[in-house]
């Protein structure tokens, strides 16, 4: 959690230095514009160049004090250094620190790593300190040095001094170290004791340390070799980087000779070093062009040569840095994830924003210059086509933007083939190569991306989208030729066939056509219509290729007898029976556990937790989560127990008490003594009106169930309501036929009541699951009911009887409780009119019973309104609009038969 918050704030300083700096941001990409392209990728290919040998230069130093590492795990560490450099300015310890924890999660040593990390500073400065003096030297015979640039020699000199040091007291005097070290972990433990939190650093860790420290210390000194080596790699990373600056020059048509460009070069990097300023932004930017000056180069060309470098050398590298931060491995695995799941929105914003700088460019008018040059090369119609296109492109950019925040693979499709286009239209309507540049840009992003574009869409609605774009495409076509053919009365031309069909394709590659001129009201009504009939064809379209995957058949006979052996063998709730009713889909993990949902729009809701194993629960959860993001769904648990709470929360979900289930111990439950002396009343005074209970065994004799058929529909038809599903059963004579029912038994021998029993499998539990009864009976006559039914299971041996959930009881009552909880606790106490929440509860109250809370799972508060909806029609079976004011017409009845 707390590297979490970490990367997020990351996140959030990245974008305030690129909001901040902005203004100069902009100034550099349009000073690179200006720039001879092949000079200014020459320039920017030495600046890979620099970044890979200054990954070798890392890699050279940990062989040094003997850490294990490689290139191409280092380079992103390298540039992901600088952007937490300038958000997390200390020095540059935030760095060496990502370096050292990166290589201790390789399984490194970091104190080995931590003097590797400073012998890649020492020897980096120290090889740079080779230029400087070339640098100092050429101004000093031009007699052009200053004092604050011999200070910041110094300041560097004192680094290089210090660092130094640091390996030499490794080295030379371990007792200090080791002291130092310990003042460090006791200074730190005292800091996380006064905030209350673990301390970071226990037991042998200054001593451990110390002694691996003072042994890389000792490997440096006897492999010189090594150390040779990592001052050449040094050297060689600086003369890239200068080699990139000599590319710039040229680039901008400015010749230089070698002293002014090493001149200017070194006091450039040496202020970014020895400045308090993160990465010396600013600082740089105002020495560089000083000392160029002074030495002859031309003002405008020093500052827009400085410019163009830093832009190369430090905001580019930036920005690849935060990109990159994903990969480092001081974030771990779920923030790895949650990096990635980050990049996919942020391209998805992105897209959008490059689909509003699309229709913002369409609809104002081009540079006047640029069009100069254009009209040599492209007709009016064509630049006009462009505006149009590109005002397309980024409607359908900014439509496309949320199913690429769902990860449709479909939708990310679509997408590139829409930045295509705006790129193109960008260049063809006005050379606007800034925005082709950023739909260049984010195409390239999204590329990179691929792998991360997998939610499917609904393939016959695929289908039927592609049909739809082809037939948008031709009625439109149709539709244009027929009315401009049979309508030219309305306008001002006579159109033959040929001239109407032209004028259809003209009215969509252009904004207007000129040539068109309607003389009455319905003609310019008509060609108005065209636009609309289009864009609502190509809109229902687009919608049939971007919709999620519907399951249109739940599982199949194969799948259910799977998860019925499942079950069997796992099953330990009151909910598991339920799990293999014909509404169901499933989800079988490669561990041995059965998930079953409903997929009800985007959520696919399934019914309690994962029933298998229980070491397999943590795989099952994450491995139905990564099927439902293949599938466009969002997952959400109903009636989950606390068991599994924790895996939820690992997984990235929030819970939410939706109420208690009645669990009444068998063992111990009597009608005897006070607490029972009303309901022990109830049971002996239909005892003695001479009714009875009796279980039916399976199979049901047929005139049974059409007894019990014909009271299951009065009591529905008294209800004013319909069958329930999924969490429930309903009356279906296969599932009622083949379980025991207990039955009520008036004394001339006719059935009143009935309640169907459910096994729990491998929990020593049984339930009940359909309650009914007819309109006419004894009060009471349910109480008595449930008794038998307790009997009846003690003398089975079962341990307890579940009573099923009590929706909502003890939900919300403490202030400390969530908000949405606290809600849902007001609709228990003032929404009794919809559904008798309380009286359900104080029904089963009756019985003395142990509560235990259930939750619903989902993944995240933006997803509830979803998630209740989603619960809804998997209850009622999408007839939840027409159950609604069914049961409100069914209350006001209930109303006046009271009244």
């Not at 941001?25 to 392209?37: D, M, P, R, S, Y």
């Not at 371990?174 to 972990?185: A, E, S, Y």
């Not at 860790?205 to 042994?215: G, I, L, V, Y």
């Not at 048509?253 to 010396?280: D, S």
Request: contains cysteine; proline residues 4%; positive net charge.
């Amino acid at each position: 959690m707390r590297r979490r918050w970490v990367l997020w704030l990351l996140i959030i300083a990245f974008l305030w230095v690129v909001v901040s700096r902005f203004t100069e941001i902009q100034k550099l990409i349009h000073t690179l514009a200006q720039g001879q392209w092949q000079w200014v990728l020459a320039a920017a290919f030495l600046q890979v160049v620099y970044y890979v040998v200054y990954s070798v230069l890392y890699q050279a130093s940990f062989h040094t004090v003997e850490v294990k590492s490689r290139v191409r795990d280092l380079l992103p560490v390298v540039l992901s250094s600088i952007f937490v450099n300038v958000v997390a300015p200390s020095g540059g310890a935030s760095a060496a620190a990502l370096f050292v924890d990166d290589a201790a999660r390789r399984g490194q040593s970091a104190a080995r790593a931590a003097a590797g990390t400073l012998l890649v500073l020492v020897a980096d400065f120290t090889a740079f300190t080779l230029v400087l003096v070339v640098g100092l030297a050429y101004l000093f015979l031009q007699h052009d040095l200053k004092v604050y640039e011999i200070i910041g020699t110094l300041v560097l000199l004192l680094i290089i001094g210090g660092l130094t040091g640091v390996l030499l007291l490794g080295l030379w005097q371990p007792d200090r170290l080791r002291r130092l070290l310990g003042w460090l972990q006791r200074t730190l433990n005292r800091l996380t004791d006064w905030f209350r939190r673990p301390s970071p650093l226990n037991g042998d860790w200054a001593d451990r340390n110390a002694a691996e420290f003072t042994q890389a210390a000792s490997t440096i000194t006897a492999h010189p070799r090594r150390l040779v080596r990592t001052l050449a790699t040094a050297l060689a990373a600086h003369l890239a980087d200068l080699a990139s600056l000599y590319a710039l020059f040229l680039a901008f048509h400015q010749p230089i000779k070698f002293g002014p460009l090493v001149a200017g070069f070194a006091m450039g990097i040496l202020f970014m070093v020895v400045t308090p300023i993160p990465m010396g932004i600013g600082v740089v930017e105002g020495v560089m062009p000083l000392v160029y000056i002074s030495l002859g180069v031309p003002g405008e060309a020093a500052t827009v040569v400085t410019l163009a470098f830093r832009g190369l050398t430090f905001w580019l590298p930036f920005s690849i840095g935060f990109l990159l931060l994903r990969r480092v491995k001081a974030f771990g695995a779920e923030e790895y994830s949650r990096a990635e799941s980050w990049s996919v929105r942020a391209a998805a914003l992105l897209t959008g924003l490059a689909g509003l700088v699309s229709v913002l460019s369409a609809v104002t008018p081009s540079l006047a210059e640029r069009l100069a040059v254009l009209e040599r090369f492209s007709p009016l119609a064509v630049r006009r086509g462009g505006h149009l296109t590109a005002a397309l492109a980024g409607f359908a950019l900014i439509a496309l933007g949320g199913s690429l925040w769902r990860r449709k693979r479909t939708a990310w499709l679509l997408t590139l083939g829409a930045l295509v286009v705006s790129t193109l239209s960008h260049l063809i309507k006005g050379l606007d190569y800034e925005e082709a540049i950023l739909a260049a840009a984010v195409a390239l992003w999204l590329l990179s991306l691929r792998a991360h574009f997998h939610a499917r869409s609904d393939p016959p609605s695929i289908g039927q989208g592609l049909r739809a774009l082809v037939a948008a495409l031709l009625f439109t076509l149709a539709y244009g030729l027929m009315g401009f053919y049979l309508l030219d009365r309305h306008f001002s031309v006579n159109f033959s066939l040929g001239a109407a069909l032209r004028q259809t394709v003209i009215m969509f590659s252009q904004f207007y056509d000129p040539g068109l001129e309607p003389i009455t009201g319905f003609g310019r009504y008509f060609a108005g219509s065209i636009y609309v009939v289009g864009a609502a064809t190509f809109a229902y379209a687009l919608l049939m290729l971007l919709r999620p995957v519907l399951i249109r058949q739940p599982g199949s006979l194969a799948q259910r007898e799977r998860a019925r052996a499942i079950v069997e063998a796992h099953g330990r709730s009151s909910l598991a029976r339920f799990t293999l009713f014909h509404d169901k889909s499933y989800y079988f993990s490669p561990g041995g556990s059965m998930i079953a949902y409903v997929a009800k729009g985007r959520i696919a809701l399934t019914l309690g937790d994962p029933i298998g194993p229980v070491e397999d629960a943590p795989a099952a959860i994450a491995g139905f989560q990564a099927y439902c993001s293949q599938n466009d769904w969002r997952p959400a648990f109903y009636q989950t127990r606390s068991d599994y709470l924790e895996h939820y929360r690992t997984a990235g979900f929030e819970s939410l008490c939706i109420g208690h289930e009645g669990i009444v111990d068998l063992t111990s439950f009597t009608l005897a003594g006070g607490g029972s002396k009303s309901l022990r009343s109830a049971v002996n005074r239909l005892t003695k009106l001479g009714h009875r209970a009796e279980v039916h065994q399976p199979p049901l004799p047929h005139e049974v169930l059409h007894e019990l058929q014909i009271i299951s529909d009065e009591w529905l038809t008294m209800m004013h309501g319909t069958e329930k599903s999924f969490s429930l059963g309903w009356f279906d004579d296969d599932y009622i036929r083949n379980g025991p029912v207990m039955a009520v038994y008036t004394p001339e021998g006719a059935i009143i009541a009935f309640a169907n029993i459910v096994p729990e499998y491998q929990l020593n539990e049984a339930t009940a699951d359909l309650m009914r009864h007819r309109r006419e009976i004894e009060n009471s006559t349910m109480e008595f009911l449930f008794v038998a039914l307790f009997e009846w299971a003690k003398s089975q041996g079962y341990a307890s009887f579940n009573l099923g959930l009590s929706s909502l009881s003890g939900v919300g009552e403490h202030p400390g409780d969530p908000a949405v909880e606290r809600v849902l606790h007001y609709v228990y106490e003032h929404l009794n009119q919809f559904y008798s929440f309380k009286g359900l509860h104080a029904f089963k109250e009756k019985f003395h019973p142990q509560w235990s809370p259930r939750f619903l799972v989902y993944p995240g508060p933006a997803s509830l309104p979803a998630v209740a909806v989603a619960m809804i029609r998997a209850d009622s079976g999408d007839d939840f609009v027409r159950d609604y004011f069914r049961g409100l017409v069914g209350e006001r009845f209930r109303r006046l038969e009271k009244g």
